[in-house]
């Protein structure tokens, strides 16, 4: 089974930390993904990377930061955290696979941010 | 720009019934399309993959695609209270999917 862990389930921080969220996936997946979720917006982009050290930006980037040092680990960085980040995120990995494989995405559980 | 609709619901069916959740997209381009559960507080689960046109049919679930119509739809038979979720529809063309908003399924007793 795949399996994708996020660092924190729950994480409390204050207006202008810098607040790391990581993720670990464990099926030597090419591509990872950070979304966020905010109730009757769905699910948004914030960025994604098809490779290691390589990064694309989704389509919500403003204020975050991302890094991919190694394939199977992939952490998004608020470099100063503000109370509209309060959401819960999302890390998302997916294999590239051939033309008629399904390429599904799996996700971690969330890390449910609170900036205060 | 690449959209996935589908109705907000709620969706209610009582217990027993067959539950229909529709979605449709936008990019013809896309192969393959996923749905989704997803509880209140947790991450979605992936419950369904299809990309050929017709049914797959998996348990209680059954895909459905029609690509001329840009249709997707997944059917739950024997609908449960556990089954109770917003169930998230996704394309996909490269490999970055577009989902849905969800729709929220309630089964009642």
């Known amino acids: 089974d795949v399996k994708v862990t996020q660092s924190s389930r729950y994480l409390v921080k204050r207006t202008g930390e810098k607040v790391f969220l990581e993720c670990v996936q464990d099926m030597d997946h090419e591509n990872m993904f950070w979304y966020r979720q905010d109730p009757g917006l769905g699910l948004r982009l914030i960025y994604f990377s098809y490779d290691v050290k390589m990064k694309e930006k989704g389509d919500i980037p403003e204020g975050y930061s991302v890094s991919r040092e190694k394939k199977e680990r992939f952490s998004l960085i608020l470099e100063s955290a503000s109370t509209n980040q309060t959401s819960m995120y999302l890390c998302a990995s997916s294999s590239t696979g051939n033309f008629r494989s399904y390429n599904e995405q799996f996700f971690g559980p969330g890390t449910r941010l609170t900036v205060l | 720009q690449k959209e996935v609709e589908q109705n907000s619901g709620p969706l209610s069916v009582p217990e027993g019934a067959i539950a229909s959740l529709n979605c449709t997209y936008s990019d013809r381009g896309s192969q393959s399309f996923f749905w989704y559960r997803q509880y209140s507080g947790k991450s979605p689960e992936l419950i369904m993959s299809?990309?050929?046109?017709g049914d797959k049919e998996d348990g209680r679930f059954t895909a459905q695609l029609n690509k001329a119509s840009q249709y997707v739809s997944l059917l739950i038979r024997d609908s449960q209270p556990s089954d109770s979720a917003t169930y998230l529809c996704?394309?996909?063309?490269?490999?970055?999917?577009?989902f849905g908003r969800g729709t929220s399924l309630i089964v009642h007793p």
């Open positions: 299809i990309y050929s046109n």
């Open positions: 996704a394309s996909r063309g490269s490999y970055i999917p577009t």
